[in-house]
């Protein structure tokens, strides 16, 4: 092994390090009560090692938000491979999303970072990534129910917009559900879209 290997994996260590740390930190506490010194102090680390791998607190948890966001969707490409209609993939969708909002223990914390008023184009732009991803999936889930028949859209897009706001809104509106009650709920709007959408358009 070569010392630059043993430096790269030195820095990636002390990097994963940060992250398990901040993370705990996070959940326990929420975005906006985490500071730099808790994640030093957590950590064991110096400002200096913190600010060569991150740029500041807001690049270290949305690397962490990212860094969920890319399991979810290996999770999901790998769900949507039992799932065969359209109608299906669009109700394992919309479980997908409320069992992350149940089970994630950095909502809070993400509900308060996304609420902040950020100085860095960067965070939008990739925010916005994260929000693009959501939206393909839904868009190939309504493409692929024009194809096998679920349902007949001509304005995909705005469809887009309105069925992923519909089921964010129930994960915000009743979080406090069960798992059971959410999914009744879905399937309540899934049919209620559907019927709307084969009776306008």
């Known amino acids: 092994m070569t010392s630059t290997q043993s430096g790269a994996e030195k ?3 002390t990097k994963q390090k940060i992250v ?3 993370r705990d930190l996070f959940a326990k506490k929420g975005y906006s009560e985490t500071s730099v010194r808790d994640i030093l102090e ?3 680390i110096s400002k200096g090692n913190l600010y060569h791998h991150f740029k500041g607190k807001e690049f270290l948890f949305l690397h962490i938000m990212e860094e969920d966001h890319r399991l979810m969707m290996e999770t999901w490409h790998e769900k949507k491979k039992t799932l065969h209609l359209a109608i299906d993939k669009l109700a394992g969708f919309a479980e997908l999303l409320s069992q992350m909002g149940i089970n994630y223990p950095l909502m809070r914390a993400s509900e308060e970072f996304c ?9 939008m732009e990739r925010l916005n990534k994260i929000d693009a991803d959501f939206d393909d999936v839904m868009r190939d889930i309504l493409l692929e129910g024009n194809e096998d028949g679920s349902w007949s859209i001509e304005h995909v897009e705005s469809k887009v917009k309105i069925l992923l706001s519909v089921f964010y809104g ?5 979080r406090n559900d069960t ?6 709920l879905q399937k309540e709007a899934i049919s209620l879209f559907i019927h ?3 009776h306008h358009e």
């Not at 609420?115 to 965070?123: C, G, I, L, R, Y």
């Not at 798992?179 to 009744?184: L, P, T, V, Y």
């Open 20 to 22: 398990t740390a901040s």
């Open 42 to 44: 957590a950590a064991e």
């Open 170 to 174: 129930l994960d915000v509106l009743y």
């Open 179 to 184: 798992m059971q009650e959410k999914k009744e």
């Open 115 to 123: 609420a902040s008023a950020f100085t860095s184009d960067e965070v």
């Open 11 to 13: 820095s990636e260590k």
């Open 196 to 198: 709307g959408i084969n």
